[in-house]
């Protein structure tokens, strides 16, 4: 059983659906989501043509965590308890995952953790994602680790080496996939209308909604944003997709609405984003999957966080760590602007990420388990 629950875990699991679907007649599938995100994963299921088996729809306006996280633990046990799975399959380092984990265990569940050993070694950030990830490890029987460094981040932990594999990222998979699509008509006519399409402007992409982002830092961030915008009013677009969070919705919408060259959007679907990263000059997210799609797509990224778990994209030189104050977002995009050495040398790094046949790898370590 494969569960989960927002949109990323929906993008880097598709790939994994695919692959684990080649294998009929030793595995059957059953997908199961508890739909913590509505609008934002059902887009990412119809690209890749994915119809849950399951659908536990728990979203709610503006749920707290504690909300959350015991309206999964109630409405997922049954199903758990009915299907009685012999492995259950989670992603990443959302509130599901973390209580997936838990309720595998308590049933006595096998469990892979996709993603595993992603660590920034600081309990408050990501929140709650650094914690959800280190209780999934506790209690994961394989650890899909994308990079050697997310191994040794497991080791560490008195993880032992035979239950963990090195897989790469399905992020890539579902990026190889999904680029052989061609851009959509919504794309198009976004770079058109903000000058992006006939080289007037250069494109600035914007995505954040990290919960250590809410309050100040977002507005700190927007105040970057609009001081960008008024410096290079003729030269840049700045595209917001904005987070459907109305902890990010409404500071954002507040602040910057009126701004000239930027333009807020509803969040974009993984199809038509993927096609406008490849487009931007530059990219400013505090985003996790971008951190490993700007890699692969070679456009420079400034990450809108103090820490982050994925060290391997900075070493590489595609990603910057800025974090959120003002005036070093702002000094920081406007040197990527300006000096095209420096954007070039960004822009050619090599993505550490994987070669986009994570799944395939995730696949054969499951069969492996069960054969020999
Ligand atoms: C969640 C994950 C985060 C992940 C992010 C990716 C947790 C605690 N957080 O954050 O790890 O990086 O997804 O996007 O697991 N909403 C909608 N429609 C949607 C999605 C969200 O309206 O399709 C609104 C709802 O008001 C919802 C709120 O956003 O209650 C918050 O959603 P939640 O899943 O709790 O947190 P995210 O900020 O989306």
Same mark, same amino acid.
């Given at each position: 059983m494969v569960i989960f629950g927002t949109r990323p875990e929906a993008v880097k699991m598709a790939p994994v659906i695919k692959a684990l679907r080649k294998y009929p007649e030793q595995i059957e599938v059953t997908v199961c989501v508890t739909a913590q995100h509505r609008e934002m994963l059902d887009q990412v299921l119809d690209a890749f043509n994915i119809t849950p088996d399951i659908d536990l729809d728990l979203m709610m306006p503006d749920q707290k965590l504690a909300q959350l996280t015991a309206r999964i633990f109630t409405g997922l046990d049954p199903v758990l308890e009915k299907h009685r799975p012999d492995w259950l399959l989670i992603q990443g380092d959302t509130t599901t995952v973390m209580t997936a984990a838990i309720l595998g265990y308590y049933q006595h569940i096998k469990i892979g953790h996709v993603?595993? #050993?992603?660590?920034?070694?600081?309990?408050?950030q990501p929140f709650p994602e650094e914690i959800n990830r280190r209780i999934a490890a506790v209690v994961t029987d394989l650890h899909f680790a994308p990079t050697e460094n997310n191994r040794q981040n497991l080791l560490r932990e008195g993880?032992?080496?035979?239950?963990i594999k090195v897989t790469g990222n399905p992020a890539i998979d579902a990026l190889r996939i999904i680029s052989q699509q061609p851009a959509p008509p919504q794309v198009e006519t976004l770079l058109k209308e903000t000058g992006v399409a006939d080289g007037n402007r250069r494109l600035v992409l914007v995505t954040a909604h990290r919960r250590e982002n809410f309050g100040q830092p977002i507005l700190d961030i927007c105040c970057a944003l609009q001081r960008l915008a008024e410096t290079y009013h003729d030269q840049i677009a700045i595209i917001y997709p904005v987070h459907l969070n109305p902890n990010i919705q409404k500071p954002v919408y507040q602040a910057?609405? #009126?701004?000239?060259?930027i333009r807020l959007l509803p969040p974009l679907d993984y199809l038509p984003l993927v096609h406008m990263m490849k487009h931007a000059a530059l990219i400013l997210t505090d985003s996790g999957g971008i951190q490993e799609e700007a890699p692969s797509l070679g456009v420079p990224t400034l990450v809108?966080?103090?820490?982050?778990?994925?060290q391997e994209g900075v070493t590489a030189g595609t990603l910057k760590l800025v974090g959120t104050d003002p005036d070093l977002i702002f000094n920081e995009a406007r040197h990527l602007l300006d000096d095209s050495t420096a954007h070039a040398a960004m822009s050619g790094a090599v993505n550490p990420?994987?070669?986009?046949y994570a799944a395939e790898r995730i696949v054969a370590a499951l069969l492996a388990t069960h054969t020999g």
């Open positions: 993603e595993a #050993g992603l660590r920034t070694h600081d309990k408050w993880i032992p080496d035979e239950t910057l609405s #009126g701004v000239k060259n809108l966080r103090q820490r982050t778990e994925r990420y994987g070669d986009g």
